[in-house]
Antibody, heavy 122, light 108 residues
Framework: QVQVEQSGAEVKKPGASVKVSCKAS????????ISWVRQAPGQGLEWMGWISAYNGNTNYVQKFQGRVTMTTDTSTGTAYMEVRSLRSDDTAVYYCARDHPTAPGNRALDYWGQGTLVTVSS | EIVLTQSPGTLSLSPGERATLSCRAS???????LAWYQQKPSQAPRLLIY???NRATGIPDRFGGSGSGTDFTLTIIGLEPEDFAIYFC?????????FGGGTKVEIK
């Protein structure tokens, strides 16, 4: 069965970086993409961007461009998202979810990781 | 960017009642690529409905989606205790992908 397992909670100081991992199993990793979505405490869902596990193409929301990098390791079926220059308002649960292989969207996000809480505090 | 507005913000109902949740888009959703998710506290969103009206795998038939263009509805017929949660709509027809602000269905 399809499973998506994310790395554990992180506590970071402002200005630091964090790298969250997302390991997929139960399906052919390179025939899908991965979207990243975050949720600040008590807030709604915010799409951050997408990466194709098929060809490595990425699509980032403009507000995150230059501060976020999404990558994949096809040998282990794992996606990664690094966020740099963390601020207090980056405190959120970060989710990865299975997406379309060649462009963000065009298929609903059907399998989600359990989420990774990133807390940014001095 | 397509803005999704959900209403009402909170719906107070009793088990067995019918819930009707609305999602309105600021512009037409391409391909009616509109999904609904259920989220419970400390859990990831769970896909219920995709492409406006198709139930995801394993979703009970008391959940139904309808609508097209800019107006979409999620209906839950006969609320079960486990249905009290927050529901989000999501458009995935154009980038950036966007989500509605959510509707909380609470026990009256």
């Amino acid at each position: 069965q399809v499973q998506v397992e994310q790395s554990g909670a992180e506590v970071k100081k402002p200005g630091a970086s964090v790298k969250v991992s997302c390991k997929a199993s139960g399906y052919s990793f390179t025939t899908y993409g991965i979207s990243w979505v975050r949720q600040a405490p008590g807030q709604g869902l915010e799409w951050m961007g997408w990466i194709s596990a098929y060809n490595g193409n990425t699509n980032y929301v403009q507000k995150f461009q230059g501060r976020v990098t999404m990558t994949t390791d096809t040998s282990t079926g794992t996606a990664y998202m690094e966020v740099r220059s963390l601020r207090s308002d980056d405190t959120a649960v970060y989710y990865c979810a299975r997406d379309h292989p060649t462009a963000p969207g065009n298929r609903a996000l059907d399998y989600w990781g359990q989420g990774t809480l990133v807390t940014v505090s001095s | 960017e397509i803005v999704l507005t959900q209403s009402p913000g909170t719906l107070s109902l009793s088990p067995g009642e019918r819930a009707t949740l609305s999602c309105r888009a600021s512009q037409s959703v391409s391909g009616n690529y509109l999904a609904w998710y259920q989220q419970k506290p400390s859990q990831a969103p769970r896909l219920l409905i995709y492409r406006a009206s198709n139930r995801a795998t394993g979703i009970p038939d008391r959940f139904g989606g309808s609508g097209s263009g800019t107006d979409f509805t999620l209906t839950i017929i006969g609320l079960e205790p486990e249905d009290f949660a927050i529901y989000f709509c999501h458009q995935y027809g154009s980038s950036p992908l966007t989500f509605g602000g959510g509707t909380k269905v609470e026990i009256k």
